[in-house]
């Protein structure tokens, strides 16, 4: 199973990088992969339908608890299937449909990515490979949906995609961490035997709250939704397969994967319930004042997965069947509509209901497969699965488990249903009846690999529609075990008799169809719609997202404005409350004022001699001045040195400020003089904080020097400056003896100023860098 | 003596911020000269400053006999010094340098226009 997740990571890879260097005329191998891949997941189907699961564990990070654990069961065969066939068909379909486009290999490599990590996502049975997983189909996402980058639109919904799903799989790695150390795994199939301790643990609320984040986030619940419209700037077959039938059903997923594990609770159900009634209603609305085909397709998909997070929170066996029936019917019939989009698109550049029409005549085969999916999704009783994912899911509401929610949530479902089969008719009709327009007369049918795909799709909807037992015996039964949480046998039928069930998904069918055809969509509708902006969660979390943004340039200009004394003047004031802080934490100086010495009358003259100095340098207007008083702070140190027993660093003081005095003189002598550039306020607060700094350092050297001090280093050096290394000169033997390495690296960084010095001065100007 | 090497600290310090919080670049060097110093009478101080007995063994002894300076410190500014040396000639060639190509000592003549956009 490692092998299925990692060939396409590695062939991506090879493909971002290097596809260029392939012929086009290669890209037939495409799907060879993905292929590959659903018939070795197809070929598990007898094993996993029997109730088995296969393990697979290797160590990555065992430290960490990060490991590469793979668990194939019912659930994640369904998803597994799903990614790997329709992706299958995807590539068919999307070598056709990019073919001559200059990052085609680039399409292909993220398209890979992206299947792969989606595989990792269903596969794992580590929650954090999970998240890694999980964050790989985000950010291939966002490749995808940038992927024409030259349209300002299209880079933004990228990034808006990437926000929102980003920022949810952010909460869902705290929700995750927190299981791994509530539960004390991050095995999947462990946490299982753990249910009891999360929850009734007292944070139980707030891991399912950030779950939620995440899991809603992904899969476009409300008020998260608005990312997934934006999403579909991204090319037709990425939109047909990331954001319908396979990405956007991965927080469905997860969902699904955590029901046994955390489900089953008052919060748990009550919170899906209410997010995905509102989703689905809200979103079915929506797709009926939409125009562009796409844009229908994109809002009915966010109301499918409403449909699926409703189904959830009903947490009933009948419900979990629900999911699982309805997320193929979904993916099988939902991929099929956005491909015949895309050819629609593709052949005459427009995807505008108000305009097409009449494109069966020049489009056959497409027409039959957009016909037949949009049937599905209306649930055509007998003919098509959708039907049986609508008979499924009505039959969940009305045995939910409270008899007063019964007609609410019913009611929530039909009205959900009614929208959602006219948004099918406007979108997979709608283009290709009534008459045809002159100028779509030219269009023909585009290459068999882009056609075939969808009508195969879709006449496997109808092929589960007649035969649902082949799909709920091996597929959907074992999934729905798999949330479930035990073993039950359960068959998928076509007639369950004429019952409650049967009147509403007629009900459904025929107000639907009205709805399709006395509600004509039409742009100042659209425009109606779009004045309610102003109040959509889109504009409200944009808005903030704008405001955070605004902050950070606010904060940026604050400290980081390029003037280095404004950098100097932060970090002194933040290092003088700093240093201020942990003195008076640490309480008085204790003095032993007995142990002070006093000074000699040379001493206070060197010292005031000093004071002077300081003073004349701070103040003079002239550069001279200023280096002739820094040479005499350096000398009257050198004389400290001297009285207190040290000759070495006097020779050194005097040297070394000779030397410096004479260079500045030498070197800047052509400068003018300081020109008085600051206002009077700012200088005297130059001051304050130079006068708090040298207190506070005063002060920190006044303590430290109160604190007694081990010499043991000291006496070290002292006994064994002669015994080991025969030099009576201490301080020297300590450098050229002891420290000598240290001492051969400070001669290094000598030279290489020396180097730096000599060359800066031999460096002529160019007459072209004179300003 | 030891007060007055603190308050001497302090001052040098005090000197060393003023002068980097100064527009011009020469006062910039000054500032960071200034800290140098004040770090080096610093160490010194903490040392503990004994006077007239320089930490060289006498001719005729193998090892001290009585208290002498403690030779750490001593060991430590030298290096300091030394390598503030290398910093301060290389920073006035810099300066120098600037100079030639900007013709002003303004640190704010340094900022091209695309910096001052962001």
Redesign the interface.
Known sequence: MLLTVLSGLIFSIVLVLFGRKFKAKWSILLPILPTLLFLYFAYQIPQISEGKSIIQHIDWVPSLGVNFDFHLDGLSLLFALLITGIGSCIFFYGRAYLKGHPYFDRFFGYLLLFMSAMLGVVLSDNILLLFVFWELTSISSFFLIGFNNDNPDSRKSALTALGITGFGGFFMLLALVLIGNIADTYTISELFTHRETILNHELYPLIIGLLFVGAFTKSAQFPFHFWLPGAMKAPTPVSAYLHSATMVKAGIYLLARFTPILGDHTYWNTTLLVVGGITMLYAAIHSLFRIDMKAILAYSTISALGVLTFLLGLGTREAMIAVSVFILAHALYKATLFMVTGIVDHETHTRDITVLSGLRKVLGPVALAGILAALSSAGLPFLTFGFIGKDLIYEATLHYTIPEWIWILTGLAVATNIGLVAAGFMAGIKPFVGTLPQEFEKVHLPYKSMWIPPLLLAILGVIFGILPALAGDFITNTASNAIWGNDTASHLKVWHGFNTVFILSLVTLIVGSLIYFINKPSLSKLQAVERLNNISPQRIITGYANDIVRFGQWY?NLF?N????SY??KI?LFAEALIAYRLWLSGPINVDFWT????DWY??AI?FI??GA?YL??TTPS?LT?VVG?SV??YC?CL??V???????AM??FT?DT??TV??VL??Y???P??N??SHTVLIR??V???G???I??LV??K??SEP?S?E??DF???????LAKG????NV??VDF?GI??MF?TV??S???I??YS??R?R?KSS??? | MELLLIILIGLLYGAGVYMILRRSMVKLLLGIMFLGTGANILIFLLGGITKGKPPVIDESLKMFQDNYADPIPQALILTAIVISFALTAFAIVLLKRVYALVDSDDLDDLNTPEEEDI
């Open positions: 940026t980081h390029g003037y280095l004394r100097h003047l002194i002070l010495t006093y000074p001493e206070i010292i000093l004071i300081i340098v701070v550069r200023a820094m702070i350096g140190i400290i040195f009285i207190y027993s040290a000759p070495d660093l050194t003081q070394i030397l410096s260079l500045f070197v800047l052509k400068l003018p300081f020109i550039l600051t130059d001051a904080v130079a006068l700094f040298g207190v350092l005063s050297a006044f430290v020097w001090i010499t280093i000291s050096y002292g006994e064994n400056a002669y015994l009576k000169n201490v301080v300590i450098l420290r240290d001492t400070e960084v000598l290489i100023a020396a730096g010095v800066l001065i460096l100007l860098e004179r300003e």
